[in-house]
């Protein structure tokens, strides 16, 4: 791959943008470049890395979910409902995991019967689906805070990996989640780039009509991407639930809008068919990056989410500049080809 | 994977109808391996609802399929594949995300039911691809960033790849230089080699008498003759695709008088797009423009209209200076532009007739207040319906009440109620029937006796010969030869196209 190639990857402009935001912070307060902060933005970083994971996969394959918040707080505040109501082992973190994982999957059905059954829109579908479940479980599985949730998720909040004091005095504290965070981002790398469902993915972004010709089936392939989203999604609302320590089923509503945000700064193309697991790694890194420390500039909380509303129209709006240089390109080269 | 296995497929008496419309009527047609054969036909014709029928796609009403030995009443796309039969189609189904490599080589995963890939597997079985009909690409490119001649290639080597035994391609030479038809051709000679049976449809016959063995024309859905290649000439492969009756109909209006110029074009130029083309059209003129696909015809169509940036030249509209580049100035100077497929798919079908008269332009029927009066409305679609004979009891029903005819008649009065001086239509009888299109050149005709200009673009050659005073050919962006009246014939324009 020549210069040219890499400089105009969405990678690279994002790599710089990371490197210059780090800059101007750190020139104004130096607490920017330490080991704590850095473990913060990671540890902020786990969940929404992991729906961002699952949101990558839906973009690439020319849809969108916006149920996955609902789906990974609905599995999360499930699951530990259910540890209580049978008393399963208080102190076991497998059992929460999987339950949760499991409810996601199911819900995800759901989103797959509607999206590949239906033919309903993505976007229309998950809109839809993400009333229904909130609905159910406000009404049927419980609208109370749970603030004692069972031990082992508990427990699991501060089992660290590293753990040091600094010169300063504070706690450095780096979560043992960063492991297997970093297990499942790999996997999903090698399942979109190794195997043959990862490769439907992209060509169902790349088009219906010839992945069907191709001999893929867009219905099976779809019901796939749903399920697997909504377990990915479940994972991360149990993680979510363990990491603040409390169940709460109105948390999570709402963060659809930075974790689509990373995904699409992270170079997927929201027209699908283009989009990198290493890119989505970058958008979340510097999503959460900017929302832990645009204090430190002397900005108010309050901006951040208009910061990264503003991030998310300014990602879009790079990918259509992009696209139509690309096809300028493209008639150039074409033009040439044929003198 | 490719079978030398001579294979034997045929059809027999097939018989297709889509509603009303009868496509193929009793078509029998057999293509052996080692042999390319040329399916030729107009458009209309039943081309490619014969392919369609072939490859699984459209079950036939009637008839037998048989391959090899095999007998079936109709095929399954997934059955057609299984046996070895491949289609390329016009746009080739590739994913344009994808590189060159995985286009070629995801599909033999997917009929290997592997789970996993990887690079290097792809690399090698793509290349392999490619040094089977010995062409070069870079493979690993995406798609989206590749010639469409090489696109075509690599479709050509994905179907190879799949063990084709029988490859359709379905005018492959569109949109091709004749530097990538001659790379195309030795493809097609190399898998032909292998004994690959190829059907090879097109309606250029300099390109059909060059690579193919056999030949079978449609007309109207029949076939009008079958045979080996080297026992038709030009002529008779002509007259078989048009039919003599067509040719000799002209139904061109007499002009009046060629002296009152209604459209002058002078030196237009956009580079390196199109350069230097001066024409004039007289009031009740048709003027046909033709040339091949990329020849600068359709942003000429376009840049008279201001719809197409151009550099320098001059239009005049009535003697009047027309500013450049502003469809504005081109509509208020009384010049309309319908584009392709305009006239296929130009109408609200669930909306009465009247309201799809009024609606281009429909601010012109605005009274105080922005409303629209009722009234008016219904004078307006009762000259039109009197005018263009369209046959209707009540203009408030809705369009899908009247037939395929008069809907195009509803679609031509619905521009023409802009009451245009000079119309252009770029490609009004594309993917049209022979009876509607028949439909669509009459109201030409009897618009350009009333007095008003057209400028006609299409490729269709017959069909300019029936309607146009004149002809010019676009070439490489440059007027390459104008036909007057006198010397329009068909083998001639052909060959100055080609």
Not at chain 1, 113 to 123: V, Y
Not at chain 1, 172 to 182: E, F, Y
Not at chain 2, 308 to 327: A, C, F, H, M, T
Not at chain 2, 375 to 399: C, E, F, Y
């Amino acid at each position: 791959m020549n210069i040219r190639k890499l400089l105009r990857r969405n990678e690279t402009v994002l790599i710089f943008a990371i490197i210059i935001f780090s800059l101007v912070i750190g020139s104004k307060s130096p607490e920017f470049f330490t080991t704590a902060n850095l473990f913060d933005i990671l540890r902020s970083s786990f969940v929404q890395l992991l729906f961002a994971l699952g949101v990558l996969i839906v973009i690439i394959s020319g849809g969108i979910d916006v149920s996955f918040p609902i789906v990974g707080i609905f599995a999360g505040y499930t699951a530990v409902v259910m540890m209580r109501k049978f008393q399963l082992n208080e102190e076991s973190l497998l059992i929460p995991i999987t339950l949760a994982i499991i409810i996601g999957a199911i819900l995800g059905g759901f989103n797959a019967i509607a999206i590949a059954g239906f033919g309903i829109p993505t976007l229309i579908a998950t809109l839809g689906t993400a009333g229904i479940f909130r609905g159910l479980m406000l009404s049927f599985i419980g609208a109370s805070f749970i603030s004692d949730i069972p031990v082992g998720l508990d427990n699991f909040s501060t089992a660290d990996l590293i753990k040091f004091e600094s010169d300063a005095g504070t706690l450095v504290r780096l979560h043992v989640l960063v492991i297997p965070v970093a297990v499942i981002t790999i996997a999903v790398s090698l399942l979109l780039n190794r195997t043959i469902f990862g490769r439907s993915v992209y060509a169902l972004g790349g088009g219906i009509e010839p992945t069907r010709r191709l001999g893929i089936s867009i219905k099976r392939t779809q019901a796939k991407i749903y399920m697997l989203v909504g377990g990915l999604s479940g994972l991360a609302g149990i993680l979510y639930v363990s990491l603040q320590r409390k169940a709460n089923p109105y948390d999570l509503a709402g963060s659809e809008l930075d974790v689509i945000a990373a995904v699409v700064l992270g170079g997927a193309s929201i027209m699908g068919g283009y989009g990198t697991v290493f890119g989505t790694v970058l958008g979340v890194l510097f999503i959460n990056m900017m929302k832990n420390n645009l204090v430190l500039l002397g900005v108010s909380s309050s901006w951040q989410r208009a910061a990264v509303g503003v991030l998310l129209v300014l990602g879009i709006t790079i990918q259509a500049i992009g696209e139509n240089r690309k096809s300028k390109r493209q008639k150039t080269a074409a033009n040439k080809e044929k003198e | 994977m490719v079978s030398t296995k001579t294979l034997n497929y045929s059809v027999e008496n097939i018989v297709k109808s889509f509603g009303g419309a009868k496509a193929l009527s009793s078509v029998s047609m057999s293509v052996s391996g080692g042999e390319v054969h040329c399916l030729a036909g107009e458009n209309g014709s039943g081309k490619s609802t014969l392919i369609k029928i072939m490859s699984g796609v459209h079950a036939p009403d009637s008839g037998i399929i048989r391959l090899v030995e095999k007998e079936f009443s109709s095929l399954s796309p997934r059955q057609a594949v299984q046996e070895g039969v491949q289609v390329i189609f016009q746009d080739f189904s590739l994913l344009p995300n994808l590189t060159a490599a995985e286009n070629i080589a995801l599909p033999t995963y997917i009929y290997e039911n592997s789970r996993y890939i990887n690079k290097k597997s792809t690399m090698k079985i793509a290349q392999e691809a490619l040094d089977l009909i010995g062409v070069d690409i870079d493979i690993t490119l995406p798609v989206s960033e590749i010639s469409i001649a090489s696109k075509q290639l690599i479709a050509i080597a994905r179907a190879t790849n799949l063990g084709v035994k029988m490859l359709f391609m379905d005018e492959p030479t569109t949109a091709l230089t004749r530097k990538e038809i001659n790379r195309l051709f030795t493809v097609i000679n190399q898998i032909r080699a292998r004994g690959v049976a190829t059907v090879f449809v097109s309606h250029k016959i300099d390109e059909i008498q060059e690579i193919c063995n056999t030949i079978t024309v449609l007309r109207n859905g029949s076939v009008v003759a079958d045979g080996l290649m080297k026992d038709f000439s030009t002529k008779q492969i002509s007259e078989a695709m048009t039919g003599q009756d067509v040719l000799t109909t002209r139904i061109t209006p007499e002009l009046k008088s060629i002296k009152q110029k209604v459209v002058q074009v002078s030196n237009l130029s956009a580079i390196p797009t199109f350069s230097n083309i001066s024409f004039s059209i007289a009031a009740g003129e048709i003027l046909g423009v033709t040339g091949l696909l990329g020849s600068g015809r359709t942003e000429l169509a376009e840049a008279i209209f201001g719809k197409y940036q151009v550099d320098s030249g001059e239009i005049s509209v009535d003697g009047l200076k027309l500013p450049l580049n502003s469809s504005k100035a081109a509509l208020a100077a009384g010049i309309g532009y319908v584009p392709p497929d305009r006239l296929t798919q130009g109408l609200f079908l669930e909306q009465s007739i009247l309201r799809n008269l009024i609606a281009v332009g429909i601010d012109r029927y605005k009274k105080g207040w922005g409303l629209l009066p009722r009234k008016n409305l219904a004078q307006v679609g009762d000259r039109w319906i009197s005018d263009l004979k369209i046959k209707t009891k009540n203009p408030a029903n809705p369009v899908t009440s009247l037939s395929g005819g008069n809907q195009q008649r509803v679609v031509l009065a619905k521009w023409f109620a802009t009451n245009p001086h000079l119309m252009i239509l770029n490609g009004p009888t594309v993917g049209v029937d022979v009876g509607s299109k028949r439909e669509i050149l009459e109201i030409i005709r009897d618009r350009a006796q009333s007095g008003m200009s057209f400028l006609l673009v299409s490729d269709d050659i017959p069909e300019l010969i029936q309607i146009c005073h004149r002809v010019i050919v676009i070439k490489n962006g440059k007027i390459s030869k104008e036909f007057s009246e006198s010397e329009l014939n068909e083998s001639d324009l052909y060959k100055e196209l080609n």
